[in-house]
């Protein structure tokens, strides 16, 4: 990179466009970057060139890995009868941080919206009823998120799995662990009273 200021600018304008950057964090990111360009702008820069060539979707899942067929889906370790629906990769990832599942994953790749024009045939939703019948999925664990658009991908989805034989669950909602009532917003307090169990 030469030290033009158009070359800066252009690196500034770039990490701007990345999620929680906005212009001036973005600015200092960058300079921050110059400064040690030695041990973190050359390294990060090699670092994208190579995910840039490499990185690639799973053909299966919809997981972002650097072969045809990601990690877990090569896994034999991994249940084959589970498959955990989650709506972007971002998901997946903060899903597998908890290693509690140990089955498949499915990736939508979006919800359906009404208001952007997202139908089934937009996301993974056709691909993800042929995972059901041909890999003899047993459970399918809807993880979206509980926004209006999750949630009406999740009952779609639940109603074109209807008679297919096969378990639809979805996440627990409510309280998290440590969390404080008064520091929950109303509609996590009422998910959390609806789905309350005996002590």
């Avoid at 899942?61 to 989650?86: D, F, H, L, M």
């Avoid at 941080?97 to 499915?106: E, L, N, P, T």
């Avoid at 009952?155 to 309280?175: D, K, N, P, R």
Wanted: hydrophobic share 40%.
């Amino acid at each position: 990179m030469t030290d033009s200021p158009r070359d800066l600018e252009n690196l500034i304008d770039l990490m701007a466009k990345l999620p929680g950057l906005g212009p001036r964090s973005a600015r200092r990111a960058v300079l921050h970057l110059v400064k040690k360009r030695a041990l973190l702008l050359t390294p990060l820069a090699d670092a994208m060139q190579a995910v840039a060539v490499s990185a690639r979707e799973c053909l299966t899942c919809g997981n972002i890995g650097t072969s045809e067929q990601c990690q877990i889906c090569a896994s034999p370790k991994r249940s084959t009868g589970e498959i955990c629906v989650v709506e972007d990769v971002a998901d997946l990832w903060a899903m597998e941080r908890g290693h509690a599942f140990k089955g498949r994953y499915h990736v939508l790749g979006g919800t359906l919206s009404a208001l952007d024009s997202i139908g089934p045939e937009d996301i993974r939703i056709p691909r993800l009823l042929a995972r059901v019948q041909s890999e003899s999925i047993t459970e399918v664990i809807l993880a979206l998120n509980a926004t209006v658009d999750g949630q009406t991908t999740a009952h779609y989805i639940a109603e074109a799995l209807e008679g297919h034989g096969v378990t639809v669950t979805s996440l627990a909602q409510g309280v998290p662990i440590g969390g404080e009532l008064d520091y929950l917003d109303d509609g996590t307090i009422s998910a959390a009273l609806k789905a309350r169990k005996q002590f």
